[in-house]
């Protein structure tokens, strides 16, 4: 099943409801992506019994963009691998929401207008 909302208001609060769709669907594995309406995204992968795993992958990324997601706060414990950087954060989705919008207007520059667009999909 796949699900698709956009927001263009308070992006902390409709991240994280799209967030909280994918957690309790009740699914063993799933997965949502972000993108913004400049065609930047992130995307969060979500387990059972493992819960939301932050995914940011590395191609896209500039050089100035690399740089800035290293100084995000919250990001110090990601996991850095040659394709993405990765941060479980467990069922925490409101913590997700905040990461998820930093990264949209910290490290990718998006106005505090900016929209996005949730894809979910529910693996079954």
Avoid at 56 to 63: C, D, N, Q, V
Avoid at 86 to 110: E, H, P, Q, W, Y
């Amino acid at each position: 099943m796949d699900a698709l909302k956009e927001f263009n208001t308070d992006h902390v609060k409709y991240i994280k409801a799209a967030m909280d769709e994918l957690v309790n669907a009740g699914v063993d594995d799933g997965f949502i992506i972000f993108e913004s309406d400049e065609g930047r995204f992130l995307q969060f992968t979500y387990r059972r019994g493992e819960g939301l795993t932050f995914d940011l992958p590395r191609i896209g990324l500039s050089e100035e963009e690399l740089s800035r997601v290293c100084k995000v706060e919250g990001l110090e414990a990601m996991n850095e691998t040659e394709m993405s950087f990765l941060l479980k954060i467990g069922v925490d989705t409101r913590m997700g929401a905040r990461l998820a919008n930093c990264i949209f207007r910290s490290v990718f520059g998006c106005p505090g207008d900016y929209k996005v667009q949730a894809t979910i999909d529910l693996e079954e």
